[in-house]
């Protein structure tokens, strides 16, 4: 690596600005898809939600395979001048945006069915099992890299959290605005213009991902990993990692409830409030919410108390109001955009902290196995982010397949009463029940609390020679 000859500038705020960056493109197409590709095929493209929701879950099983594989490639690849982890956001940042931008081809809602099927799920599988993987797993792996001290590492997954934020702050509030028009008195999604919106995110992710690589720098050289790969050993260092199965289970439950609100949403607003604008003004409130309340004190909190145990109480907090909302069940759009909000500041502070919690992780790994795995345990995590995605799809796809949602409901809402009542109750029991079990999950799986955190960063500067 370069800082070999030439020591780099030290740790501040290019690298916090960089990272967030990654992020923010990741999200240009990640954000896009959790929340309108299942709107899309169902009311643009006519595909039944239960079908759409499967065929999502499925691509999910190719990931068991592309992720870990991307995980070794990345932990077996060589440094070069520019580091390990930034070269990968380069190469891939083209297809990964263009991927993206083909799955919202509205010009093909004409087509056979068994086409548009075919199409969706080539895309999709396109996107998000190949090219986001071969991005994303570096990116997220190249946390510890940058820095090896615990704080710069929780400033990193703040700069992350805020990436995303803004991420869902453009998407979740723009997309709205402009995706959605008036047709027979009833608000519905336009197929020509999500495709036109899907070519802009996919230009504005790759700008936001070369803006990330030339910010940041890596300072923390992880050499090449050559041991001989051995399948089985791997397998058991994976499932006998009490810290990894835990934050696995939390990050499944976590995407299967946030996920599941963002993706419920669509139906929600529009459908069951008959107002596109209360979905834009969600996602602007929660955004705020995270920038003004979770980011700036997220890392002190999380300081003071641990990780770990910020995390449990705050999605605590955010399940149960789902909860409140679903008994109280308010008459207006911006009753439940106050309850939105309140419950994205629950999800917030342990967003803004889980990618540091991952750093941890794989501290905790080293000082028990003495191999630094960054790739290999990033794409085991990344993996479970995207089991929780599909979950939530396949949960959203066959709930509204249940309480008979199709696209005729979406176009005269008030003759489907039932419907619009299911839509309802589902838009709160999902992320209500996902938040609890997050909560659940950390205090009882997840070992590493804030002591242990501590010793296990005191252990590694002691090898490294650095105390």
């Known amino acids: 690596m370069a800082s070999k000859s030439t020591s780099p500038r030290p740790f501040g705020m290019r690298d916090k600005v960089g990272y967030m960056f990654g992020d923010f493109g990741n999200d240009f197409t990640f954000i896009l898809s959790s929340m309108f590709m299942m709107k ?27 992720d870990v594989t991307m995980g070794q490639i990345v932990d077996r690849s060589k440094p070069t001048k520019d580091g390990k982890f930034r070269p990968w956001i380069k190469r891939m940042c083209g297809p990964v945006a263009i991927a993206s931008f083909l799955i919202y081809q509205s010009a093909f809602a004409n087509m056979a069915y068994g086409f548009k099927v075919f199409w969706m799920f080539f895309t999709y599988i396109l996107w998000g099992s190949i090219f986001y993987t071969s991005i994303n797993i570096p990116y997220g792996s190249m946390a510890s890299a940058i820095s090896s001290d615990p704080t710069d590492r929780a400033e990193l997954s703040t700069w992350r959290t805020i990436g995303a934020t803004l991420a869902s702050l453009v998407i979740g509030v723009g997309t709205p605005m402009f995706a959605y028009e008036v047709v027979n008195g009833a608000t519905v999604l336009s197929g020509t213009r999500m495709t036109v919106i899907a070519g ?50 939390a990050a499944i439950l976590l995407l299967l409830g946030q996920l599941g609100m963002t993706g419920m949403q669509p139906y929600v607003f529009p459908v069951y409030y008959g107002s596109a604008s209360a979905q834009s003004m969600a996602s602007l409130t929660g955004s705020i919410a995270v920038l003004v309340i979770c980011a700036p004190f997220a890392v002190k909190l999380s300081k003071k108390f641990g990780k770990k145990e910020l995390s449990v109480v705050s999605c605590l907090i955010g399940g149960i109001l789902w909860f409140v909302c679903m008994i109280l069940r308010p008459a207006s759009a911006m009753g439940y955009v106050v309850f939105t909000t309140l ?10 902290i889980i990618w540091a919690m991952i750093t941890d992780v794989i501290d905790d790994a080293e000082v028990k196995n003495n191999i630094r795995e960054d790739g290999t345990i990033y794409s085991v995590y990344s993996f479970a982010r995207k089991l929780g995605q599909a979950l939530s799809s396949g949960l959203i796809g066959a709930v509204l397949s249940a309480i008979g949602y199709t ?20 838009s709160c029991i999902i992320p209500g029940a996902g938040l609890i079990l997050v909560a659940l999950a950390l205090l009882f799986i997840y070992p590493l609390n804030k002591k242990q955190v501590e010793s296990n960063v005191a252990e590694l500067a002691r090898r490294r020679g650095e105390a």
Do not use: H
């Open 40 to 66: 899309f095929y169902t009311d643009v493209m006519g595909i039944a939600a239960g079908l759409v929701g499967m065929l999502m879950m499925l691509a999910r099983f190719v990931d068991a395979f592309t």
């Open 200 to 249: 802009v995110f996919a230009v504005l992710c790759i700008v936001c991902y070369l803006l990330c690589f030339n910010l940041v720098r890596e300072r923390i050289e992880v050499p090449q990993n050559t041991t001989k790969l051995n399948i089985g050993t791997m397998l058991k260092s994976i499932f006998t990692n009490r810290a990894l199965l835990g934050i696995i289970a």
């Open 343 to 352: 419950a994205m500041i629950g999800i917030g502070f342990f967003n803004t």
């Open 407 to 426: 696209a005729e409901v979406a176009a005269n809402p008030a003759a489907y009463p039932d419907v619009l009542s299911g839509i309802f109750n589902w």
